[in-house]
């Protein structure tokens, strides 16, 4: 149990925070199943937060695909959306009061300062320090405005934004239980990062930060692009008085040949692709798992269960795991062909010849002649199988009504069967 790179000395509350901006990529379930396995095998709870404060990249049903994605993987949470828990409700857009009350507490203990720059002089900005190769600005002009130009804007009554105020001295470090190592940022290089925006709502820094102290998280786990988010987090955790969680950050699954995060010019990274092309949850957390973590560097197939028992936070591995869909295609077909029962894998494959048209639902009930006959196609053929997609073209001619052939002879499992189908 003794894991002290990430000081597990308690119970951990984990949680995956995702934001519903579209459908859920594979690197993002394998970041979740991080830390549900954290949760399991370490032993705590494992919470599913939805981050819906930017209503611009607000994706219609993504939340309802995340979540069955999720649920298909065989990750389940101990709190959140659907199942509720004491720190409900657990989707950021329900909780806005909370984070208006903390960014007006910020301000007044100069933690942050209220901004009344304009979207157009903002940009303005940006466009001129383009111009002359400069990063964008790192603070806002209304971090310096005296209490007299604060008054009269006030006085306005114009929308404004609320900003961090990071301090211009000294540096922040954080321990990184993935990484293994103490990373440090400049707090002079680090951005006045807008909390809350003119329109109430906040951002991801405020909102994470509050969530992940209220919802008492003990280990934060995110993809390696929030690392320099954390300085600004940090800040926040110390401004309120609040006691810092470890951090870890994993490292992106990245495209075959090596070159950049996997994207969907590598084809299927959607996790719902994975599921309608009949591939089967069990190989998937087997295999994503191990894009990322490894055991003892050798074995690779494991239940869920032996994953949970053997997990451990620091074998994940700090360097990027490439995606290698031929071990997914190898990986599935052996859960096909040795893992699954026959049973199992007919009843698996039967929504694939109902959407294909080749067997109706009424006709292929479990334990009927229809289904028997399937399962006997099923057993026959399993071998060939690598995706539960491939079923109805595998096995379509049985299904063809021309064909004449002995059902008998096949329900008696004879390969004969199928080569007098097959030369019909
Ligand atoms: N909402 C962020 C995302 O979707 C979460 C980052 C984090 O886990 O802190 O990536």
Not at 322 to 346: A, C, E, P, Q, S
Not at 370 to 389: G, M, P, T
Request: aromatic share 10%; glycine share 6%; proline share 6%.
């Amino acid at each position: 149990m003794s894991n002290d790179r990430a000081d597990i000395s308690g119970p951990v509350r984990v949680r995956f925070a995702p934001s519903p901006t579209g459908f859920l990529h594979v690197g993002g379930v394998r970041t979740a199943m991080f830390s549900w396995l954290t949760a399991r095998h370490y032993g705590g709870q494992f919470i599913l937060r939805i981050e819906d404060t930017d209503q611009k990249r607000y994706v219609e049903g993504a939340e309802e695909d995340l979540k069955a994605s999720l649920r298909w993987a065989g990750i389940e949470w101990d709190e959140g959306p659907d199942v509720g828990g004491p720190h409900a409700p657990y989707r950021q857009s329900e909780r806005l009061p909370l984070y208006n009350q903390y960014a007006h507490q910020l301000v007044e203990m100069g933690c942050a300062y209220k901004s009344w720059s304009s979207a157009e002089e903002l940009d303005v900005e940006r466009k001129a320090a383009a111009a002359n190769h400069q990063p964008p600005p790192l603070r806002d002009r209304w971090r310096i405005a005296t209490p007299e130009q604060i008054a009269a804007a006030e006085a306005e009554g114009k929308p404004y934004t609320i900003r961090l105020k990071m301090p211009e001295e000294g540096s922040t470090s954080f321990y990184d239980f993935v990484k293994n190592e103490t990373i440090t940022f400049e707090n002079s290089r680090v951005d006045d990062t807008v909390l809350l925006k003119s329109d109430g709502y906040p951002t991801y820094h405020l909102a994470v930060v509050i969530d992940d102290n209220a919802m008492g998280i003990t280990h934060v786990m995110r993809a390696e692009e929030w690392i320099a988010s954390t300085p600004k987090h940090i800040r926040l955790y110390e401004c309120l008085g609040w006691p810092l969680p470890m951090f870890a950050h994993v490292p992106n699954i990245l495209r075959p040949d090596g070159r950049g995060k996997l994207s969907k010019r590598d084809g299927d990274v959607k996790t719902n692709e994975f599921w309608e092309k009949g591939y089967l949850p069990e190989a998937m957390f087997n295999f994503l798992v191990l894009q990322g973590w490894s055991y003892d560097e050798k074995t690779e197939l494991m239940s869920q269960a032996e994953i949970v028992e053997r997990f451990s936070l620091t074998r994940i591995q700090p360097s990027p795991a490439r995606w290698d869909i031929n071990k997914l295609n190898w990986m599935n077909g052996h859960y096909i062909n040795h893992i699954l029962t026959v049973d199992d894998l007919t009843r698996r494959a039967l929504p694939f010849m109902h959407k294909a048209g080749l067997l109706t639902e009424v006709e292929a009930l479990p334990g009927d002649d229809e289904y028997l006959y399937f399962q006997a196609i099923i057993a026959l053929l399993k071998d060939r199988i690598k995706v539960l997609s491939e079923v109805p073209d595998l096995t379509g001619y049985f299904f063809v009504d021309h064909l004449k052939y002995d059902r008998a002879l096949l329900l008696g499992k004879d390969k004969n069967a199928i080569s007098v189908a097959q030369a019909s």
